[in-house]
């Protein structure tokens, strides 16, 4: 059966059953979205903050490959068997966006038979959580260009206005715009753009405010623009937003309860992308978990260049986490991708082409171990055209590495088929039962310039980045005030380097830093590398051709 079927056939537990059985969360604290969904009340939260925390547990991935690498399809079926070995385990994960589910990617709620469910609802609309954000970012966006028509006292430069618009979809036509054509009574003409929601700051301040007031306060200090003249950042706060934005955001800031196919708690809540943002569900959602159960497990996207190092030197370090223990997601499939086959021949036996797609394994291990200093556990996503030889010289080869490997078969038998990684992953934490902490790529009193650096020889293992005048001036005089924030990077989730079609584990490329965006009210700089757009396009044929629903309402080809 396709992923969908098999969530259409789940035996739902009532949400609110679930929150008072599993949980103990009262039903006064749970606000219902029908049957299977419910967000849970900032109070209730509050009420758990003297709890002690559980453990949290990583997953992460080698670099994304066509063939798939089953991280979020992981960290359920994690989350099932640890439950199923008598841990108390809650599941957080991000929400997906419609961009990929209509797009390449598909959804975002796992698959087989290790999936969070309402799959449809999750996957579609959800919570509304995005729409909100979407509103409250293009609330402000009215406001600026209202400000500008009404007389402009503020004294915007309109050729510096940095704050686009925003939507939940792949639509490459509108990366660059003009708005208020059509004479006086529409504004002023200028030149404006969209990025998908995902990457809006208002996205990342969701999912790292720790209040509804830190929100507030984070909004306001988001910055639109510069002056005219003497180029004086104007914020949001000066246009009087940050109250209407937070008022809009009121729901959506609570995270959002529901289930696996074995009936477990799961949190999903806030949705911002790895390669255009910083890849992690928000900051309240996490803190619940640890709050709620014995054992957290959450994921960070893409690879983990990039999800791993912004859960570490922005989440962490901003939230004050410490994962206990991380798990790295590969398949075979994915190894002999990088190791120079073609996407038709990878269910072909070819040991060889798997020895020489290891470096990306290895690449990122030796990220997680060395640079990271984290403990880790290397789980095999079992495909049915693995064989025996690829998976013995797979787990020889980490045998002599010491690092602990399991085959993980979730996919196909849920809970069951991943209680081998469940152990693996107990027994490390029993071994070291005081959570890591994590070594972070850069000190936050580096300069900009030399976080950025770092990160991109320390991790890429690039041999050069390269900053072009304009980015090195703005990253200079960003410095003095917002040199503490840790960096955001974006850039291609498929390679090491910032070209998507290098395969393996590259080294002594360049990364040139095209861009580089102050998000203020998140608290990071980001830095936009290469050829990667906060908008991103739809493929020639798109997921959406594939989705339909029948007379019944019945929803078919979501993936």
């Known amino acids: ?108 709620a796992g698959g087989g038979h290790a999936q969070i469910v309402p799959m449809e609802d999750i996957n579609l609309h959800f919570t509304g959580d995005f729409h909100a954000i979407a509103a409250a970012h293009n609330l402000l966006s009215a406001l600026i260009d209202n400000h500008i028509h009404q007389g402009n006292v503020l004294g915007f430069d309109t050729r510096l206005i940095t704050w686009k618009r925003v939507m939940d979809m792949n639509d490459r036509a509108l990366r660059k715009i003009v708005v208020g054509l059509g004479g006086v009574a529409n504004g002023f003409s200028r030149e404006d753009g969209f990025d998908i929601v995902v990457a809006s700051e208002v996205m990342a301040i969701l999912c790292l405010a720790t209040s509804l007031e830190d929100l507030k306060t984070r909004l306001g200090r988001i910055v639109v623009g510069y002056t005219v003249g003497q180029r004086q950042p104007i914020h949001a706060c000066d246009l009087k937003a940050q109250g209407a934005m937070a008022t809009l955001l009121k729901d959506a800031i609570k995270p959002n309860l529901v289930q696996t196919l074995e009936n477990n708690p799961a949190l999903i809540h806030g949705g911002p992308f790895a390669n255009i943002a910083h890849g992690c569900n928000s900051v309240i959602a996490t803190r619940a978990g640890l709050k709620l159960a014995d054992f957290v497990v959450t994921e960070a996207g893409f690879g983990a260049d990039l999800g791993a190092e912004k859960f570490i030197d922005i989440k962490c370090r901003l939230a004050g986490l410490s994962p206990a223990v991380v798990v790295l997601v590969a398949t075979i499939r994915a190894l002999k991708y990088h190791g120079g086959v073609d996407k038709a021949q990878l269910n072909q036996e070819d040991v060889a082409a798997l020895e020489r797609g290891w470096v990306n394994l290895a690449r990122h291990l030796e990220n997680i171990r060395d640079h990271y200093r984290l403990p ?115 850039k291609t989730q498929s390679s090491f380097s910032a070209d998507p079609s290098v395969r393996g584990a590259p080294e002594g490329h360049t990364i040139t830093v095209r861009e580089v965006r102050l998000a203020r009210g998140a608290g990071f700089v980001v830095a936009i590398c290469g050829d990667m757009m906060t908008m991103p396009g739809l493929p020639k044929v798109p997921a959406a051709e594939s989705v339909d629903i029948d007379a019944q309402g019945r929803i078919s080809g979501l993936f």
């Open 1 to 108: 059966m396709s992923d969908i079927e098999i969530a259409q056939q789940a035996h739902m537990q009532r949400v609110m059953d679930l929150a008072q059985e599993r949980l103990g969360i009262a039903s006064e604290h749970l606000e219902p979205y029908g049957h299977y969904k419910a967000k849970i009340s900032l109070a209730a939260l509050d009420e758990m903050k003297d709890r002690p925390d559980g453990h949290l547990i990583l997953v992460t991935a080698i670099s994304p490959t066509p063939a798939g690498e089953g991280k979020t399809t992981t960290t359920v079926g994690l989350g099932d068997a640890l439950n199923r070995i008598g841990k108390k385990t809650m599941i957080c994960l991000r929400e997906p966006s419609l961009g990929p589910v209509f797009g390449v990617k598909g959804g975002a």
């Open 376 to 490: 880790c556990v290397v789980s095999l996503n079992h495909f049915t055209f693995d064989t025996p030889a690829e998976v013995s010289w797979l787990k020889n080869r980490l045998e002599t590495l010491g690092v602990p490997f399991v085959v993980a078969r979730h996919w196909a038998e849920g809970g069951a088929g991943a209680e081998e990684l469940a152990r693996a992953v107990v027994a490390q934490v029993e071994r070291c039962p005081a959570p890591a902490i994590p070594q972070f790529v850069y000190p936050a009193t580096a300069s900009l310039v030399d976080k950025i650096t770092a990160v991109a020889q320390k991790i890429y293992r690039a041999g050069q980045v390269s900053f072009p005048p304009a980015v090195l001036r703005q990253l200079t005089a960003w410095n003095e005030e917002f040199g503490h924030f840790p960096v955001c990077m974006a």
